[in-house]
């Protein structure tokens, strides 16, 4: 077994660490307070290369892989967690384009997003809930030679950064009756809803996505009839779970970093804090969440690499670090003091980045449902 | 222009400094578990080069002397686009002052064959002597502008430099062959695109020794060394502490003898 990261992987995360530090930390400020993605730093991370990191070279991207995505993303979390949140549900929308798309659409779709001339979302989410997709009520019917789309789709990432969209709807009834499509933003009927107003990730963008009779070309269904359950699970569970745990890793290894320099710099009877065992522990304990967190993140994303199949793997990632992460932060904030609720300290958005991550992208309870069958996998009697 | 080399100095890393210690029996820094990165001001000289190469095509060339560990720190310089690398390891190497180490850089340069262009950064972070660069074009008999703050390409072989000088700036027009040390005012150095880091991969590092420099050993090394390391201190930072007794003349009086005393006036 081999631990050790290779040498193009370091030298993705130096680079990324080198311009989040430098290009994205002077930006957290306003992102915190309006609440927008800086879209102007889109070119810039197109020309490093994170916004078609895992798109195929012949179409524009830079053909790594998802261990290498997780590394990148990591370290933009680490720096802001609003940035990798916006760029993985991007990735989501590459994925499932590279997945189920034909060699049309992915030529015609893939290219600028990678090129980091738009963003992408994928929209699943409805108001009558998240966690049942199949119980999902919009509606795309077939006339003439156009998709007619009807339904609101709500807590999108990306909803108003995109200029197009994968959104699922239902065409059928039961699990084979959903669809995936191609929406773009200028289509008729199809509108930008209310932007929300999160407590955490401020600088990623969410909001809803209106289609009201919103019509579409036929050819720009994704993947086939029926098959949108698919197109949502495997993008889901393969670039948006592992997306979400490596933004929630970045997190983590933020609240180790700013949790051990606290320590080491606050003097309480005339030691360092980091003195005292009861602070020392915590310490422990975050830096050993950080390091179950990192191996579990780098597994799946290294499975889905190797072709394997690890849909556990990746509930097992994104479920554990992004509850690690918020747990993590709560010790930190409690290492601080009353420092640790103070706008001036890092600590307290850690905490707020982390509890946002839990919901999105299947709450932790989805994630364990997901893991409760893979545990029992084995004792079930055929 | 067609080949511009740049030299550059693998440095202990910023962040962990104040990590590091002196050996207090050696004298050396104890590097032990202290990362090295690409001396921050090289990275400016490089940037100077890659815009040379964007703009003409010229092959960009990485030259370091530096303990052979020093690897991944060129293979980062070439993920920045640099198109070959040059290491120059060799343990007779140890110990070089700077007129040393320029005459191995000098070799090997010569080594290299016909250049436009030197790119250096204007001192070291660890050393901070700034004498390797003008050493160097000494040696290699080419004019050498330092403290340059801005580079602009006039023609394919023309060059207008701007140069910090103490009451301000001079704009000089210079062709090469030529060598310019750079500061960080004269760009703003790239990322490694992840193309970049790919490509990299594919780019030549070679590793040469001083049998392919075939320098006298009296020439390198410690003992090819004229500067001589004394001693090296560590500086102490803190408070002295004098109490002063007396009436008050006799305080001031005592107050001004110790200053002279202690050649502050
Ligand atoms: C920041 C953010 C970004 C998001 N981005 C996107 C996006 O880009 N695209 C998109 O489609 N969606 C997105 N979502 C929506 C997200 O996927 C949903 O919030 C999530 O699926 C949960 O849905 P819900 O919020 O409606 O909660 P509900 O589904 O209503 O769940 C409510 C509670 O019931 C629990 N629960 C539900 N079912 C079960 C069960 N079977 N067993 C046990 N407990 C259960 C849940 O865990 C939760 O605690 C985003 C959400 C957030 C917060």
Redesign the interface.
Known sequence: MDFKLS??E???R??TR??AESEITPRIEAMEETGEFPLDLLKPMA????TG?IAPPEYGG?G?GYL?RTI?LEELGRVCAAMPMSMQVHHMAIAALNDFGTEEQKKKYIPPLAAGETMGCVAVTEPSGGSDVLGMQATAVLKDDKWIINGRKCFITNSHTSNFWVVIARTGEGPKGLSAFLVEKDAPGAKQGRKEHKFGLRGSNTGELVLDNCEVPKENILGQEGGGLGVALKTVSESGRTGMAATALGILQSIYEEAGKFASERVLYGKPIAALQAISFYMAEIYTELDICRLLCYRASWMKDQNLRFDAESAMAKSYTCDAAARCAKKAIEIHGAYGIMKEYKVQRLLRDAMVTISAGGTGEIGKVVLGRAALAPFQKK | MDRVIVCVKPVPDPKDWDRLRLDPVTKTLVREGIGSVINPLDKHALEAALEIKDAQGAEVVILSMAPPAAQPVLREALALGADRAVLLSDPAFAGSDTLATSRILAAAIRRLGPFDLICCGNYTLDGSTAQVPSQLAELLRIPNIMHVSKMELKEEKELIVTQKIEQGYMRLEAEPPLLLSFTKEANKPRFSSFLEILAAEKRELAIWTNGDLNLKESLIGLTGSPTQMADLLVRQKGRQGLRLEGDPEEIARLLVDKIHQMGLI
């Open positions: 040498e193009r370091e030298l993705l130096k680079s080198e311009f020309k490093l290369g994170i990191i830079v790594l290498a990148v």
